[in-house]
């Protein structure tokens, strides 16, 4: 079955944590740039006592050496997921997989779901036919490299599940039920498209935190899964 990861988007601690105890049987929640860097390491450890496990989704870019050292950092910590950029490198990405020494669960970030193809040509450099196929490509790199799997837009993820066979984790974000605002997603995908297409972990994000009642919001998506 799919999992579902709450993105803990929100403005602090306190209401991150006021927000998981109201999700019945929470496993995974995001820990994003806003919320790690206004609270850091005190929050994930905080999250991990209550047995929740954390995805830290921190889209490392840089030189293998930094980015192995964060990883190691993230692995030390308790995250159970990170990210890494596909865009780093194949060196980059090799780095990081060892440095996670098969303890924290790396995923490749391919083309991230508020690009358009008009926007990851600007990118690139080139002409972008297919968004699909730079995500495949992308995530060839990052399985070449050891990551246990990679994160992709749901538009792309019956391409992927069939390039790269059923054992990679293929996390996908900009999950939104029907009649959900899309926000500054380009590319959005439903729960239950999501699931049929292959999608081992789905994060959710604002449908749940901005939602009135959010633990019957949190319910109705395990529902779908």
């Known amino acids: 079955m799919a999992e579902l990861v709450v993105a803990l988007d929100l403005p602090s601690g306190r209401e991150a944590l ?85 303890e924290l669960a790396l995923v490749g970030v391919t083309v991230l779901t508020s690009h358009d193809a008009a926007d990851f040509e600007q990118v690139v450099g080139r002409g972008v036919p297919d968004l699909s196929f730079e995500a495949e490509r992308l995530a060839r790199i990052a399985l070449q490299a050891g990551l246990r799997g990679v994160v992709a837009s749901g538009r792309e993820l019956a391409l992927l599940r069939e390039a790269l066979g059923p054992d990679p984790w293929i996390v996908v ?3 939104r039920a029907p009649g959900d605002l899309p926000g500054d997603q380009a590319r959005t995908v439903t729960p239950q498209d999501a699931v049929r297409g292959g999608a081992t972990h789905l994060v959710v994000g604002r449908p749940i935190t901005l939602a009135k009642d959010p633990g019957g919001v949190y319910q109705r998506f395990m529902e779908t899964l």
């Open 173 to 175: 974000p900009a999950v």
């Open 18 to 102: 006021a927000l998981a105890a109201r999700l019945p049987a929470l496993k995974w929640v995001k820990l994003g740039s806003m919320l790690y860097v206004r609270e850091g390491p005190a929050l994930l450890r905080e999250l991990t006592a209550r047995g929740v496990r954390v995805f830290l989704d921190l889209k490392w870019h840089d030189i293998p050496s930094v980015v192995a050292a964060a990883v190691e950092a993230a692995r030390e910590l308790g995250a159970a997921m990170a990210t890494v950029h596909c865009l780093g490198g194949s060196a980059m990405l090799s780095a990081a997989a060892t440095a996670a020494a098969g």
